[in-house]
């Protein structure tokens, strides 16, 4: 069964992860258009990728509490997809 996963992440200049507990999931992450400079997204491999405001980004099969994510504070970026 699969569970449909919609979140609002309130960023700030700390990493977030996107999940408080272990969750495989296929989700788009969506960076508000509204958020004035690019989040910083970093994977289970250190990496980081810099992305701009209303971009979107997709993960397929991943641990969602492994992905990071920061900016300033007062940005957002939202997760919809599902798990399972």
Known sequence: MRNFIALKIDLDSNYAALSATPLVATCT???AHTNTQDAT???TDGKELLIPPSAQYRL???D???IEV???SGECVYV???GG
Do not use: A
Request: glycine fraction near 12%; proline fraction near 0%; charge should be positive.
């Open 41 to 43: 997204l970093k994977g």
């Open 80 to 82: 919809v997809g599902h």
């Open 29 to 31: 992450l969506t960076f």
């Open 64 to 66: 969602i509490s492994r």
């Open 60 to 62: 397929e099969r991943v």
């Open 70 to 72: 920061k900016s300033k």
